[in-house]
Structure formats: structure tokens, C-alpha cells
């Protein structure tokens, strides 16, 4: 297996905007740093500060990925994010189709992700939709199961669902050994995490047990001790 995967998504929290942003961005450092090779810690930011938080991090630590991009290419598309340009801003990969960001052109944007060479996470917010998108062409690096009405609670999905985390394992490993698989919501402690790798998991998506901690670098790191 390899080194499991704590992603931090930032979402658009005022706590993890701008110079906000690069100061979680560099707590996550920190605590990346500590774990010593135990787990790749990803930041998901906004697209407004790729570019900052990029530039003020070591990537080959910590890697910086989007929170989402479109499928238009470059050239004439006003307002839409593309790959190209969030990968020259920083970023080595992006998260697609989040519960709080919906797309219905799933494959063409992980195809548009990858020719750009950007890593795709898949969101799905239950076991059918993380078999649907586990059988797409081009198939996502990732998927990472989030049901919605658990994100930015207190319960987390591994303990909450555990069946919906197992299964979703068992579904996406079935259409395509390749892809692998996450998980996510209301992650919070040690156990949420040790829990998630037990179920088959090879890392956790988290927003707000990090994002709003009081110590960054310490809620990070209680969820690094699960692995
Ligand atoms: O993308 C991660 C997310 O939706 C989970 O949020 O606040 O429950 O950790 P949270």
C-alpha cells in the first residue's frame, strides 16, 4: 500500500483565505513535516491562492492541489477556471464534483485534469455514485466518498457509515483495482482515521476539524497518529 493521504480542503473558509490560507498552508508544513514520511498531506485551496500558498510552501512536502477547475480549455472562456492555468499557478492535482460542487461532465473534466497533469479526486456522495465514476474512461486517481449530510459535523463517516465506506472500497476496487479510495466527513480524531484505514481506505478528505482548530499543526497531527 502506499503512504496514505490526509487531504485538507480549505473549502472557502475565511480562516483559510488569502494570508489565512498560507498560514494553515504552512501549519500543514509543519505537521507534514513531523509525520516524517507517514502520511502525504495535500492542501485543496481556493483558486485565488494556488499561486500564494504554492509559492510559500515546500510542494515536495506538502502538494497543493485545486478545489475544482472546468473543462474549458484556454483561450475564450471568461471567469472559468482551467487546468492549465491552476497547474501553472502551483497546483499538482485538483478534487472534482465535491458535495458542495456538483458537475455532470465528470470524465471530461478528469480527462482535462490529466492532460494538464493534474492528479483527479472524485468526490461521491454514496456507494452508487462511487461505482458510476469508478467505471468512467478516463478513470479518476482517486475517489473519495463524502456523504453530505455528514460534512462539517462532529460524527465522522467511518464511524457514522462504516458500510458506506466498505462498500464503496469493494465497489470501486471491483470496477478498477487502480483507483483508490477515500473518504470523508466529520474526520476529527485519531480513531476517525485508524477507523477509515481499517474499512479499506488509503486516506481521508477533512475540512473543518483542521481548518477551525484552534492549533492547526496539533489537529493535524492527532489525525496523522491514526495512521
Ligand atoms: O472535503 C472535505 C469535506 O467535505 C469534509 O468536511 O468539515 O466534515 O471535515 P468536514
Given at each position: 500500500m502506499?503512504?496514505?493521504?490526509?487531504?485538507?480542503?480549505?473549502?472557502?473558509?475565511?480562516?483559510?483565505?488569502g494570508e489565512s490560507a498560507v498560514?494553515?498552508?504552512?501549519?500543514?508544513?509543519?505537521?507534514a513535516a513531523n509525520a516524517k514520511g507517514r502520511a502525504?498531506?495535500?492542501?485543496?485551496?481556493?483558486a485565488a491562492d494556488i499561486f500564494r500558498v504554492a509559492s510559500a510552501i515546500d510542494t515536495k512536502l506538502v502538494d497543493v492541489f485545486a478545489q475544482h477547475i472546468d473543462a474549458n480549455g484556454q483561450g475564450k472562456s471568461t471567469g472559468f477556471v482551467t487546468a492549465e492555468a491552476v497547474k501553472e499557478a502551483g497546483a499538482s492535482g485538483t478534487l472534482l464534483n465535491h458535495a458542495e460542487h456538483k458537475i455532470t461532465d465528470i470524465a471530461k473534466r478528469i480527462a482535462t485534469a490529466k492532460a494538464a497533469g493534474l492528479a483527479t479526486v472524485v468526490c461521491a456522495a454514496n456507494v452508487a455514485e462511487a461505482k458510476t465514476i469508478a467505471s468512467l474512461t478516463p478513470s479518476p486517481d482517486y475517489i473519495a466518498v463524502e456523504p453530505p449530510e455528514l460534512i462539517g459535523g462532529k460524527v465522522s463517516v467511518s464511524k457514522a457509515k462504516p458500510e458506506v465506506v466498505s462498500d464503496s472500497v469493494a465497489a470501486v476496487k471491483s470496477a478498477n483495482k487502480s483507483i483508490k479510495v477515500l473518504c470523508g466527513a466529520g474526520v476529527n480524531s485519531r480513531e476517525d482515521v485508524e477507523k477509515a484505514l481499517e474499512l479499506g481506505t488509503e486516506g481521508?478528505?477533512?475540512a473543518s476539524s483542521v481548518v477551525l482548530a484552534k492549533d492547526t499543526e496539533k489537529a493535524l497531527a492527532e489525525l496523522i497518529s491514526g495512521i
Open positions: 502506499q503512504i496514505p493521504v490526509i487531504i485538507v480542503n480549505f473549502k472557502t473558509y475565511k480562516e483559510a483565505t498560514k494553515l498552508a504552512k501549519a500543514c508544513e509543519a505537521a502525504k498531506i495535500v492542501v485543496a485551496v481556493q481521508i478528505l477533512v
